[in-house]
């Protein structure tokens, strides 16, 4: 039987009891070698998604299994197959970018690892400044070093927090590129959070789209536009935003 990437069922967290959830019984079967996005304004509760189905915060309600492992009691068989990137999560600022590639290698107990650090290095155009600390880093060269990092274990699922952030529009495609052949050639799942509704259309299969924690719309990207009407996945993304209603069937 074909495991999925993902699972998550009737997950749920409320910071403090009798607040408001701020995800609120997310169900849904992220298939593997698929890449999905994960949509919503600010205080959707996609962050507090990711965390939950890092395990970083534990749900009020429901349960993630990951790669065929329960998060809540399993996580680390999955962890080891998972990797993550954030550009608002920063790498440990004294370390250069090569240096925090090898902790990271380390950490995941990668093979070879020095031949991988280089790859990567080859790959994401980070030689010119393989040996600044990541402190000194621009905002876009940190971006790429932290989508180098997600990529160190050879993951199966791959959690994207706005990935191309801070990115100029050449290096941003190039990116996009990258995470589409890593996808074509391993076969690994991708879960993206982004606000670039231009990437969402490029890269993503299925869009979940989230309001106040709920799942309020989904669909392949061509689906919801032809299911609201408009011409691009900005235009979808405010209709629900502004609670504008889905053009008549």
């Known amino acids: 039987m074909d495991i999925p990437a993902l699972r998550v069922e009737g997950l749920s967290k409320a910071y403090r009891p009798g607040d408001r959830p701020a995800v609120d019984g997310l169900t849904f079967t992220l298939p593997r070698g698929a890449t999905w996005g994960l949509l919503g304004g600010n205080g959707a509760g996609k962050s507090t998604t990711i965390a939950m189905l890092l395990g970083l915060l534990t749900p009020s309600a429901g349960r993630v299994i990951a790669l065929g492992h329960d998060m809540a009691t399993d996580r680390f068989a999955a962890l080891a197959r998972m ?45 010119d400044f393989a040996s600044r600390p990541a402190g000194q880093l621009s905002a876009g060269q940190k971006t790429r070093v932290a989508l180098a990092k997600a990529l160190i274990n050879r993951p199966a699922l791959l959690l994207l927090d706005e990935p191309t952030a801070s990115l100029d529009p050449d290096t941003g495609d190039w990116v996009r590129g990258a995470l589409e052949r890593y996808r074509a050639e391993t076969g690994a799942a991708i879960l993206l959070a982004s606000h670039n509704m231009g990437e969402v259309e490029r890269l993503c299969a299925h869009v979940l789209m989230l309001k106040g924690g709920r799942v309020v719309d989904e669909g392949s990207p061509a689906a919801l536009l032809a299911r609201y009407g408009r011409d691009d996945l900005e235009e979808v993304f405010l209709d629900i935003a502004r609670g504008r209603e889905r053009v008549p069937a």
Do not use: D, K, W
């Open 83 to 127: 990797n993550f990137s954030s550009p608002y999560i920063a790498l440990p600022h004294r370390l250069t970018t090569v240096e925090n590639l090898r902790v990271y290698a380390h950490l995941y107990g990668v093979p070879q690892a020095e031949r991988r650090i280089a790859a990567l290095v080859e790959e994401f155009a980070l030689g």
